[in-house]
T-cell receptor, first 113, second 113 residues
Framework: AQSVAQPEDQVNVAEGNPLTVKCTYSVSGNPYLFWYVQYPNRGLQFLLKYITGDNLVKGSYGFEAEFNKSQTSFHLKKPSALVSDSALYFCASLGGGYQKVTFGTGTKLQVIP | DGGITQSPKYLFRKEGQNVTLSCEQNLNHDAMYWYRQDPGQGLRLIYYSQIVNDFQKGDIAEGYSVSREKKESFPLTVTSAQKNPTAFYLC????????????FGPGTRLLVL
């Protein structure tokens, strides 16, 4: 069985400060991990993915994520938060017999001006 | 202008009524998906299709039906058997080679009168 967990329902950060949105995974075999973002009343947009290789993955809009095998984590990060980064962020993993993508429950990021 | 579209944006269902949500893509993707989004539960897979005239149940298929008569189209019918249909419904598509990179439509919000 595969799953991802997002332990925080909401994260608040001041504009200009670094942000971290947490994700942990439980995946058999090699983990394939992703981050998506959802702006209000919109569909999800793909941000970045980890398949193999460097543990630090860079994605869209200045976001990056760090894969940590020992901690089974894949936290999303950005050095300096923007108000426009306020959105719902989903961690996801790939696996299962039919290559199903499993999404976490989402973390609402609020960047305060 | 490539993308994935969903209609309507809002849909109201009366008791005992079947309603159909439209999803169309012009990305030439083989795979298409329907997700249901509820607050605090993330995205749950309803149905998916990897080829025309074939589709499989996801995690919460009961009370829903789909068809895939054309590559571009994957309509979802919410039947009267679905007792709690109020949710945000998201359609997505991907290539078979990159199922982790899904392109999402803007969503349909279904409300019960």
């Amino acid at each position: 069985a595969q799953s991802v967990a997002q332990p925080e329902d909401q994260v608040n950060v001041a504009e200009g400060n670094p942000l971290t949105v947490k994700c942990t995974y439980s995946v058999s075999g090699n983990p394939y991990l992703f981050w998506y973002v959802q702006y209000p009343n919109r569909g999800l947009q793909f941000l970045l993915k980890y398949i193999t290789g460097d543990n630090l993955v860079k994605g869209s809009y200045g976001f990056e994520a760090e894969f940590n095998k020992s901690q089974t984590s894949f936290h999303l990060k950005k050095p300096s938060a923007l108000v426009s980064d306020s959105a719902l962020y989903f961690c996801a993993s790939l696996g299962g017999g039919y290559q199903k993508v499993t999404f976490g429950t989402g973390t609402k990021l609020q960047v305060i001006p | 202008d490539g993308g994935i579209t969903q209609s309507p944006k809002y849909l109201f269902r009366k008791e005992g009524q079947n309603v159909t949500l439209s999803c169309e893509q012009n990305l030439n993707h083989d795979a298409m998906y329907w997700y249901r989004q509820d607050p605090g539960q993330g995205l749950r897979l309803i149905y998916y299709s990897q080829i025309v005239n074939d589709f499989q149940k996801g995690d919460i298929a009961e009370g829903y039906s789909v068809s895939r008569e054309k590559k571009e189209s994957f309509p979802l019918t919410v039947t009267s058997a679905q007792k709690n249909p109020t949710a945000f419904y998201l359609c997505a598509s991907s290539s078979l080679e990159r199922v982790e990179t899904q392109y999402f439509g803007p969503g349909t919000r279904l409300l019960v009168l």
